[in-house]
């Protein structure tokens, strides 16, 4: 990684990107007065956002939240590497005070005016293929259709949904072999995500070493899977099956209170990588249908190309969201970057989604010599995830 002056950086690159237009990435946002320091540097910097974008103000006192990173987090932050969740879920914050969630809001902005990267607007966003041909973005595709149409609608909005994929048979085998990877999933085996219902019940949310069972070992291998790889840029490998969280199983439940059951709005690379690691694309199987009762998925069409505010996403209802109509045998293909939900089931009776996921993604180490960047998440005796607003006000 390269090695980065703090002080150098706020005096004079980061003020050069600004007037060069990244400060106008952040005009009229509405964030706190973030202080940052880095340990070992003499000197702190804050970020204020106003009515004409955003000023570097050399110290602290008008910070409204201060954080503390080490040198290696913070140029990773710089780099596209590192992200405000990976680093609270990987307990790395040296010092902080204030409302963290504030530290979270600031994630798309600083983004901006690192990368450059601008901020997604779902109200005005309009989807349209490179051509400038609008699009549908609940456009349906089945195998046979032209590989073209499906490569450029997957650029432009994010994700594609594939029907009529898998068998009434192939589900029936796919469903029995869920059912025994939950039956042999225990609380804090690392090796699952788990959260709790209102009466403290554990829940399993994901297990993430289905590739070890036989009904799915060989998904890879599949020529239906390859005949959608191909959609994908050259140079994209997936894991082996055997590996943990190379093929994973997704259940959703009603009334989990506690946990990850139900992802807020999100991208696949936000625990951190994303400059090492992306485009990633993530493929998924439906067991059972996703409809808003059994559990559904939502993308914001073409919001792989911008940066996200997480914090606001899940208190804000996005008119912009696609439902995706995916039913029993249907399969998602999503970029990584896009941003996406998983809400609860609306409905007391089931069954609900169950979704089996497989990975592609460009072949990359993780820069921190982890196995996986999203390992944040696991570390519990108990195996509970926990939401990111909760993990701020531990």
Same mark, same amino acid.
């Given at each position: 990684m390269q090695q980065l002056d703090f002080v150098e950086y706020h005096r004079h690159t980061l003020?050069? =990107? =600004?007037?060069?237009?990244?400060?106008?990435?952040?005009k009229g946002k509405k964030l706190p007065v973030l202080g940052l320091s880095v340990s070992g540097q003499p000197i702190s910097f804050s970020y204020r956002c106003d009515n004409s974008g955003v000023e570097i103000i050399e110290g602290t006192r008008e910070a409204e939240l201060c954080v503390e990173l080490s040198p290696e987090d913070w140029a990773g932050m710089v780099a596209d590497i590192e992200t405000v969740p990976g680093?609270?879920?990987? $307990?790395?914050?040296?010092?902080?005070? /204030? $409302?963290m969630m504030g530290f979270v809001r600031w994630e798309p902005g600083l983004r901006a005016l690192y990368t450059g990267r601008p901020i997604y607007d779902a109200a005005g966003f309009e989807l349209r293929q490179a051509s400038g041909r609008a699009l549908d973005p609940l456009t349906p595709f089945t195998l046979h259709d032209d590989a073209q149409d499906?490569?450029?609608? =997957? $650029?432009a909005a994010g994700y594609l949904l594939v029907k009529d994929v898998f068998s009434i048979r192939?589900?029936?085998?796919?469903?029995?072999?869920a059912r025994e990877m939950a039956a042999g999933a225990k609380e804090g085996d690392q090796q699952s995500w788990w959260g709790k219902n209102a009466n403290g019940e554990a829940v399993l949310c994901r297990c993430?070493?289905? /590739?070890?069972?036989g009904a799915f070992s060989a998904l890879y291998d599949d020529a239906r899977m390859q005949q959608l790889a191909s959609l994908l840029p050259p140079g994209m490998v997936h894991p082996k099956a055997e590996e943990q969280d190379a093929i994973t199983v997704v259940y959703k439940s009603p009334g989990v209170t506690e946990g990850l059951a139900d992802l807020p709005w999100h991208r696949d690379c936000g625990m951190g990588g994303h400059a090492n690691m992306c485009p990633t694309y993530v493929l998924s199987i439906y067991l059972y249908d996703a409809s808003p009762a059994q559990g559904p998925l939502?993308?914001?069409?073409?919001?792989?190309?911008? /940066?996200? /505010?997480?914090a606001d996403a899940t208190e804000i209802d996005f008119p912009a969201a696609v439902t995706v109509p995916a039913q029993a045998g249907d399969i998602t293909l999503h970029i990584g970057d896009v941003m996406h939900a998983a809400p609860p089931p609306l409905s007391d009776n089931g069954p609900y989604r169950q979704s089996v996921l497989l990975a592609f993604h460009p072949d990359f180490k993780n820069h921190r010599g982890e196995r996986h960047y999203n390992d944040a998440l696991l570390g519990a005796e108990d195996g509970q995830v926990s939401h990111l607003r909760t993990l701020v006000k531990d």
């Open positions: 003020p050069a =990107l =600004l007037a060069e237009g990244r400060a106008a990435l952040l680093i609270l879920y990987g $307990d790395r914050l040296l010092q902080h005070s /204030g $409302d499906m490569r450029e609608f =997957l $650029d192939e589900l029936a085998n796919f469903r029995v072999a993430l070493n289905a /590739g070890s069972h939502q993308f914001l069409p073409g919001s792989h190309y911008y /940066g996200f /505010g997480f």
